[in-house]
DNA sequence: TAAATTAGCTTACAACTGTAAGCTCAAAAT
DNA sequence: ATTTTGAGCTTACAGTTGTAAGCTAATTTA
């Protein structure tokens, strides 16, 4: 890569971090401007257009780099949970974790899955559907469900990680405690019952 | 009430009307202007006013009373259950034909609570623990649970009903039906699952 | 080496925002 | 009958927005 491009590249991720890091509690994306976030890389407002085509475009880019980098770190979890351990706790667990350290890739999916722009509810639609294949199939394998069931079950279990998600982000994480045991019960009312339903027909 | 109440009333009425008229799916309450709502309520600008101290205030008012309307839709629909039919899948089908006559009011219960002002989340975080209460009491003396429990319960079958009343509204009231049925597969695994964990322990 | 490409810049503009100041005139209070 | 009140108006202003036009200078290509 020439050095160009290589510059080209630094730029752009510029860009993507000062929209991320603009991220907060009180701020989400669609309330970004094009300025604001120039401003924050450091570039002229108008020199934006060489890297995306308007600010739609950039947030499309975040939410599917924060879909992959959330996929990426649950995978990580799972893989702690392989090795001892109950596969609800741990996974709630990791999750609030990486609530933790990653707030604001959490945000952005969380904002604009109900939010304005029809293509961003697509996107993270999108990405959370992968979430709940991943979940499914791990789902099917190891309980032998058929695969309409083991989607419902995923589902109602992601619905339920992301809505305890939501409600972890506005405390403080020495304040999660209590929440997370609330959410590891409710995985183990939908595990339960799932169970339930399928042993009975 | 005299003359002049009267036309004051009408006109804070015109402004709540015209704000929730124009929520919509690309359309969300904090992206209003004021001077939009003024204009579409029929009124200067600066008139909005003699009405409400800013934007939020507004939106506040909307809040609270989507919440009551929801809540009120709700409850005639648990006396249809009362007199016949499944608790689960009737609550579950009102809700749907809820969203069907009032989007807006959902909407804006559905956006703020992952918007970006806190005031706004808190009020809607309100709004939905006064569903949950309601749910969780019933729960408590149909099955006889134990509080947190039951508060478990029924938070984990809010939060599914909201979901996927989420999905519904971008979908055409005759695609619903399937949605509706997941729907109810999920609610019946959380029942379920929570009778499960009872007769256990 | 000469020409072409392009990331980033400066300047400019029209559209829109929230809201301050102050007027009008009909209803309410005295 | 006179005064006070207040809902709604017009005008005005400063701030912000997205983006068009065109320049510069350094890299890349021919």
Known sequence: MGVRAQQKEKTRRALVDAAFNQLSAERSFSSLSLREVAREAGIAPTSFYRHFKD???LGLTMVDEGGLTLRQLMRKGRQRAASGGSVIRTSAETFMEVLDSNPNVFRILLHERSGTTPAFRAAVAREIR?????????IEQQADRPSDAAWAQAEALVTLVFHSGAE????????RKPLTERLVLQLRMVVKGAEGLANRY
Do not use: R, T, V
Request: charged share 25%; proline share 0%; glycine share 0%.
């Open 168 to 175: 972890a982000l506005d405390l403080k994480s020495s304040q």
């Open 130 to 138: 992968h979430f709940i294949a991943e979940l499914a199939h791990y």
């Open 55 to 57: 600010m739609d475009e």
